[in-house]
């Protein structure tokens, strides 16, 4: 009922600021740039125009189809969650996603060559292309128990929040639309995109923004946060594994090579001491040594050694930083260790590879899509918080193209470990926000 009650004064607020919708188009001149902004007061243009689209008898009934399909909506997340999706393994939970989209009305329904699941939606014009998208993959390998458990009304398994309900939440969008009709200036795109966690690396939205792709003029991105969660810049992140090689042999007998292990300790230590200074002031930045192995017994000196780290920041300068540091932390730990070798030992051999980059991007607050987000979480009396995170979004908004993450709604807790789980409170919320944006943006079709 709680629920209900939230959903019925939302409407209320829309009416009473529909009331002050202006004739004409809202333009997309330059608003106050600060993510700490204000929020929109009552007529603001973009809060007059959300207003305005929420108050249309259509959306009003694709709005309360929205909360009538929690049922089924439901049984869609049991369904996709219980297909693995690791990253790179997609394609059984990319089919099915496929064969959803086509049941809920679309006739171009697609997967292209990385494993995408592209559903268009005709505008009456087409003249722009406006893509609503949700990742595909979850963190977790194939082998993983993704069964489904219900208690009340939280529902556990691996990879439930993270991000399959963001897959349901296009679902709902699409069926809405479908159900009452409702049409758009600009072509639509639903997507299921491949490969947003992990070694992933945004291939897939890398795919569609691609040289020589067919354009797409905002992406809308559903993935976690709370419902007043608004992506609007990217951290930009750098990983590598390092694999350092030795000639190996027995602690005592083989003493006195170079062993890989002492150069990763020396490695990981310099480091640290250079990242330090980068990361404690200014733009938020971070590392991380994620993993270290190798080695065959306590009484042998490993021939191998191997690192896998992780950087971040939303400067592009603080991630640069980071990034020469860590290469010549690890240039001057081999050169230390194969230093100290005695000879007839092998040098030590370092491959250094970089195994995932994500752009920076300061983002746009002033974008017309933030706008509109923005708009659409205060018509519900929520006060929007801007932030900046690693998302699909960080392609689009690296090229200046505009982009937005929202949130899949709920709870998520527990993301990216086997007891994650999802909890249904105001889970249509999140939905009504990511249709009023959507057509905001594509312009409902008179």
Not at 98 to 109: N, Y
Not at 247 to 273: D, E, K, T
Not at 326 to 336: H, L, P, Q, T, Y
Request: with cysteine; glycine share 12%; net charge negative.
């Amino acid at each position: 009922m709680g629920r209900i009650r939230r959903f019925e004064r939302g409407v209320r607020r829309l009416a009473a600021v529909g009331g002050l919708l202006l004739a004409g188009c809202v333009g997309h001149g330059p608003e106050p740039s600060t993510a700490e902004r204000e929020p929109h007061s009552a007529g603001h243009p973009y809060e007059v125009e959300i207003a305005g689209v929420a108050a249309t008898d259509d959306v009003r009934r694709a709005m309360d189809l929205i909360v009538s399909m929690e049922e089924q909506l439901l049984a869609d997340l049991i369904e996709l969650t219980e297909i693995p999706a690791p990253p790179f393994g997609e394609e059984a939970r990319a089919i099915r996603f496929a064969s959803m989209l086509r049941e809920a009305g679309l006739d171009d329904v697609t997967i292209d060559e990385v494993g995408n699941v592209i559903g268009r939606r005709a505008g009456k014009t087409g003249a722009r292309v406006i893509a609503l998208s949700a990742h595909l993959d979850t963190v977790f390998p194939i082998e993983t128990d993704v069964t489904v458990r219900v208690e009340g009304n939280r529902y556990h398994a691996p990879g439930i929040g993270d991000n399959t309900r963001g897959l349901v939440v296009l679902l709902a969008v699409l069926r809405a639309l479908q159900e009452v009709g409702i049409e758009t200036d600009a072509d639509v795109l639903f997507i299921g995109n491949v490969g947003e966690e992990g070694l992933g690396d945004l291939r897939g939205v890398r795919h569609l923004f691609r040289d020589g792709a067919p354009p797409i003029d905002t992406l809308i991105a559903i993935d976690g946060g709370g419902a007043n969660r608004i992506v609007y810049g990217g951290v930009g992140s750098i990983r590598y594994r390092v694999t350092l090689r030795g000639s190996g042999g027995h602690s005592w007998g083989a003493f006195g090579c170079a062993n890989p292990h002492h150069a990763l300790g020396n490695a990981v230590s310099r480091f640290v001491g250079r990242a330090w200074p980068i990361t404690s002031s200014g733009d938020k930045s971070t590392f991380s040594i994620g993993r270290i192995g190798g080695g065959t017994s306590i009484n042998s000196i490993p021939f191998e050694s191997w690192m896998e780290v992780d950087m971040r920041s939303g400067s592009p300068a603080k991630l640069d930083a980071l990034d020469l540091a860590f290469r010549e932390s690890v240039s001057e730990a081999v050169r230390a260790e194969s230093a100290v070798a005695e000879s007839g030992c092998d040098q030590l051999d370092a491959d250094m590879r970089r195994v995932g980059t994500r752009p920076a991007s300061q983002g746009n607050a002033e974008s017309p899509v933030v706008q509109r987000a923005m708009a659409a979480m205060q018509t519900f009396g929520m006060e929007p918080e801007l932030q900046i995170s690693s998302t699909d979004a960080n392609i689009p908004l690296s090229l200046g193209i505009p982009a937005v993450t929202l949130s899949r709604g709920g709870i998520s807790k527990d993301v990216h470990a086997p007891t994650e789980y999802w909890e249904n409170v105001d889970g249509e919320i999140a939905i009504h926000i990511a249709l009023l944006t959507l057509l905001a943006e594509a312009q409902i079709s008179e």
